[in-house]
């Protein structure tokens, strides 16, 4: 026995009975988890900006993760996976059809692919030439933004309009949609139930992009139920949805034809805009457990946040606090922070560095040269409270 114990990893049995090499060997215990990020030094952070597409937008919840895991072990066909989704999607929306896209931008790729080309799949091969197909999609002045590129990208010319006579004098036989940008909406001539009525008057499908413009949740059916055509929306935003992934809906037909762009179809303009089928089921459970959640507490609870940040900072001297929630896009509080620079010297990029530099690394929007602004929907439980310490402690540093 002497001689074991000197020599423990020498054959034999210790006294417990089991093998030397077990008895010796750490309790069972769940080996660490590889953590990719560290490993590469990727800097994480707690996000009190937003679901802006560069801080990865939003955090899947535990169940949308458990979804991607599980059906990441098995087979299936990818359109099979799409039809089924497809339909609870739709009836989840008070749509006819609908489809997992690779987010908001490339629903309006494949939906608009769809209104040009039908289910004629030599159109589908031909685009982005649009010879034989109509070729112009009207907008309003005040929505022809960036995310227009999306359409052009089927090889159509945006057509812009201000007024409902301008829409009267720009539709001709070329005219393949009417293209409405929700979060514009109070800036255009034209609201929402007209430019609906325009289109069904001259029988041109109309499509709203509403990407980040739940809550209010109603709002993933009330454009259907108005009476667009097609509705687009990203998953991975407010959803928290996987964050490439996004949802095209509306009318059959014309979800059907987009389908024709999308893989597992290829030899089509939407090749690129695959959607994994981990991605399109998370998609899907996103959606449900974001319909199902109780918005009304969850709306309480931002309020509270953002109310504990408010009254960590505001006592400080020059500081002004405001709480603001935007109609449309992102409709969630905001606290804007601002402070006098003659009495806290630190200019807002300074802060933000110093925040981001800080441990944890915390991201807020900037906003003027003497403010911050920041969001709480995209927080982590107990982060608010961080949040209000980083910033307090920051500002009453600069306090001269
Ligand atoms: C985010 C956004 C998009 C793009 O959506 P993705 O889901 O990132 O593809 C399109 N339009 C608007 C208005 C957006 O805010």
Redesign the pocket.
């Known amino acids: 026995m002497k001689r074991l114990s000197t020599f423990p990893l020498v054959g034999g049995m210790i006294g417990t009975g089991l093998p030397i090499h077990s008895a010796i060997s750490q309790p069972l215990e769940e080996a660490p988890k590889r953590d990719v990020m560290k490993e590469l030094g990727i800097r994480t952070f707690v996000n009190a900006a937003g679901t802006y ?1 560069a801080m990865t ?1 939003s955090l899947m919840p535990k169940e949308v993760m458990e979804t991607i895991q599980i059906s990441g072990t098995q087979f299936a066909m990818l359109d099979e996976v799409q039809d089924k989704v497809g339909e609870k999607i739709a009836k989840l929306c008070h749509a006819e059809a609908a489809t997992v896209t ?7 790729v494949l939906g608009l692919a769809g209104v040009l080309t039908g289910t004629d799949k030599k159109k589908v091969a031909q685009l982005p030439n649009l010879e034989g197909m109509k070729n112009e999609v009207i907008v309003q002045k005040s929505h022809n933004v960036g ?1 227009v590129h ?1 359409l052009t990208n089927t090889g159509v010319t945006m057509i812009e309009v201000e007024t409902a006579q301008d829409v009267e004098r720009a539709v001709n036989d070329k005219t393949a949609m009417m293209w409405f ?3 514009q909406a109070p800036e255009g001539k034209i609201a929402h139930e007209e430019w609906v009525s325009l289109g069904k008057k001259h029988n041109i499908p109309t499509m709203i ?4 413009d739940v809550p209010p949740v109603e709002n993933l059916w009330k454009y259907n139920d108005m009476g667009f055509d097609l509705v ?1 929306v ?4 407010a959803m928290k949805g996987p ?4 949802i095209l809906m509306g009318k059959k037909d014309l979800v059907e034809a987009a389908r024709l762009s999308a893989p597992p179809r290829g030899g089509n303009i939407g090749r690129g805009m695959k959607v994994n089928k981990e991605e399109i089921l998370g998609m899907y459970v996103a959606l449900e457990m974001y319909i199902n959640k109780d918005h009304e507490k969850e709306w309480k609870s931002w309020e509270d946040k953002v109310a504990q940040i408010e009254n960590a900072v505001k006592d400080l001297q020059s500081v002004k606090t405001e709480v603001s929630v935007p109609p449309i ?1 992102n409709h969630t509080p905001y606290l804007n922070i601002s402070w006098d620079l003659d009495v806290i010297k630190i200019t807002r990029a300074e802060l933000q560095d110093k925040l981001r530099s800080g441990e944890p690394s915390i991201e807020v929007i900037g906003s003027k040269d003497n403010a911050i602004s920041l969001t709480v929907f995209m927080l982590r439980p107990k982060e608010e409270k961080i949040v209000a310490k980083r910033i307090r402690e920051e500002l009453k540093a600069a306090l001269v």
């Open positions: 597409t937008a690779a987010g908001c931008w490339s629903a309006m995310y999306a940008l929700n979060y992009d509403m990407a980040a687009c990203s998953g991975g935003k964050q490439s992934a996004g896009a």
